[in-house]
């Protein structure tokens, strides 16, 4: 994807990660509700390997020079080791100005970028008909809205 964008003009990345990046998120290898789910790996190696993984894919989008944002989406498979890697990278991160990470609390997160305004969620706890007044109404997403035009 960087090669093809390469002919393109851009100053920035978004880079939405989570949304069951893990299968599963607990010690028994079960989702966050509790349903049993197949992994290879203990639950501390799978984390490790996964943080790694993110974390070289973001090193690589960082060659391009141009801002890297991270936008994590936890899933419903991975509610809290979600925003439990989105706490490591963004301790991994915290003194690069190349990369700035959005872990915050919120299922759903949105993203400004000039004058559009993206609404990122997992879906799990929302209906897709009710994603447009959502994103109208959410609390998150307020700030943002009037300083848009597409939605």
Same mark, same amino acid.
């Given at each position: 994807?960087?090669?093809?964008?390469?002919?393109? =003009?851009? !100053?920035?990345?978004?880079?939405? #990660? $989570?949304?069951?990046?893990? @299968? /599963?998120?607990?010690?028994?290898?079960?989702?966050?509700? %509790?349903?049993?789910?197949?992994?290879?790996?203990?639950? =501390?190696?799978?984390? !490790?390997? %996964?943080?790694?993984?993110?974390?070289? &894919?973001?090193?690589?989008?960082?060659?391009?020079?141009?801002?890297?944002?991270?936008?994590?989406?936890? $899933? @419903? +498979?991975?509610?809290?080791?979600?925003? *439990?890697? %989105? &706490? *490591?990278?963004? &301790?991994?991160? !915290? !003194?690069?100005?190349?990369?700035?990470? @959005? @872990?915050?609390?919120?299922?759903?997160? *949105?993203?400004?970028? $000039?004058?559009?305004?993206? %609404?990122?969620? +997992? $879906?799990?706890?929302?209906?897709? /008909?009710?994603?447009?007044?959502?994103? &109208?109404?959410? #609390?998150?997403?307020?700030?943002?809205?009037?300083?848009?035009?597409? +939605?």
């Amino acid at each position: 994807m960087i090669r093809r964008a390469s002919g393109f =003009q851009y !100053n920035k990345i978004l880079f939405p #990660i $989570g949304s069951d990046f893990f @299968n /599963s998120d607990t010690i028994y290898n079960t989702t966050t509700k %509790g349903t049993p789910q197949d992994e290879d790996l203990r639950w =501390q190696k799978t984390f !490790n390997v %996964g943080v790694r993984l993110l974390i070289d &894919a973001i090193n690589l989008l960082k060659q391009t020079g141009v801002q890297v944002d991270v936008v994590v989406i936890p $899933g @419903n +498979h991975d509610f809290e080791r979600s925003f *439990y890697m %989105g &706490a *490591y990278l963004e &301790a991994w991160f !915290n !003194n690069d100005t190349l990369v700035k990470v @959005n @872990n915050g609390a919120s299922p759903r997160k *949105y993203y400004k970028f $000039g004058k559009v305004l993206l %609404g990122l969620t +997992h $879906g799990s706890e929302e209906k897709e /008909s009710s994603l447009p007044l959502l994103m &109208a109404s959410d #609390i998150e997403s307020k700030p943002y809205w009037t300083d848009t035009i597409f +939605h």
